[in-house]
């Protein structure tokens, strides 16, 4: 696996700070750098000499979960339907889900903000937490692999997985109450305007926002025709 840009090197408080988060999640790092990447903020990257932040991590750490997750669920429940197994992903893969992980393992410890986002309470958003705990995939993927990155993501999501596949209706509100968000309510939007005006087109209802299909947060309505919005972050892209 090739590793990402690590700027300085780090000092002995950090390097024990960020191994005592690899212990919380089951993973010895060869190279604790990638760890360190996958906590720096944009915002203290800004007021740091511009170094890398943890956006790139975060991008392979989310396709790394939408595959690890997908597969779980595909081989565990082998009748399962291809629109429960759709359901079931979303109640996984989700910024409420993984915020919630992010916290049980305190995150919040390692995180590195800018000044500004610090003092607005960033090390609580959901938003900052979900895409740290996905960059934290990512660095897993780097430095030990699939294998490796799939022990994390049990570690992490652990008390979901096991509420999901005991056979609980991702809706109900058992599953809201654990801290994973049920299945997206359908909902009819215009999501396209052409030379005719406005077409309803059927979609799903995210956070007040409308995505097409069922296909988790990884695909947005303009997307197909080349659209300026950041179709991988889905749901959370805005909340930064």
Known sequence: MSSVDSGDALDGDRVALLAA?????????ADITQLEIAFRHRSWCA??????????????GDAVLQLVVTERLFT???PAPEGLLAQRRAALVNT?????AGRRIDLAS????????????????ESILADCCEAVIGAVYLDGGLSAAASAVARLLGPEIAHVESGADPGDPEVAAAGVCGPPARTHAPLQ?????ARPREGILRDGRVQRGGLGRGQWPDQERGGASRGRRGTRTAHR
């Open 47 to 60: 007021e740091n000499g511009g170094l890398a932040s943890n956006e790139r991590l975060e991008f392979l």
């Open 193 to 197: 305007r052409g030379r005719r005006g």
């Open 96 to 100: 409420r889900a993984l915020a919630g």
């Open 76 to 78: 565990t429940d082998p």
């Open 21 to 29: 988060l690899a212990d919380r999640i089951d993973h010895e790092f």
């Open 110 to 125: 390692c995180l590195l903000l800018g000044r500004g986002e610090a003092a607005t309470g960033g090390a609580e958003k």
